[in-house]
């Protein structure tokens, strides 16, 4: 069973920068997709990152220029560095893993931007 615990999330003021990691287990393939989305209080769930086996790199308009998505694939783990956070970068950041059609989520990590 495949499972996702992400790790790294905690308060920052604005304009700092964090790590998040995630580290993926149980049957991971060798091909798939990683990436991390954020979830505001009272708002849907948002696309942030994503990062294919062989480096392929996509991420959301907002934080272009400010997170980079890499993966260590011997250690099937996957990170965002967040870098000039801003205040509506605050909400729960979790990772997600796509193989043969499957869809995987972890718990989340919460990150809070303060002004």
């Known amino acids: 069973q495949v499972q996702l615990v992400e790790s790294g999330g905690d308060l920052v003021q604005a304009g700092g920068s964090l790590r998040l990691s995630c580290a993926a287990s149980g049957g991971i393939k060798s091909t798939n997709v990683m990436g991390w989305y954020r979830q505001a209080p009272g708002k849907q769930r948002f696309f942030v990152a994503g990062?294919?086996?062989?480096?392929?790199?996509n991420y959301a308009d907002s934080v272009k220029g400010r997170f980079t998505i890499s993966r260590d694939n011997a250690k099937y783990t996957v990170y965002l560095q967040m870098n000039s956070l801003k205040p509506e970068d605050t909400g729960v950041y979790s990772c997600?893993?796509?193989?043969?059609?499957?869809?995987?989520w972890g718990k989340g990590t919460l990150v809070t931007v303060s002004s």
């Open positions: 997600n893993l796509i193989q043969f059609d499957m869809n995987y």
């Open positions: 990062i294919t086996t062989s480096g392929r790199t």
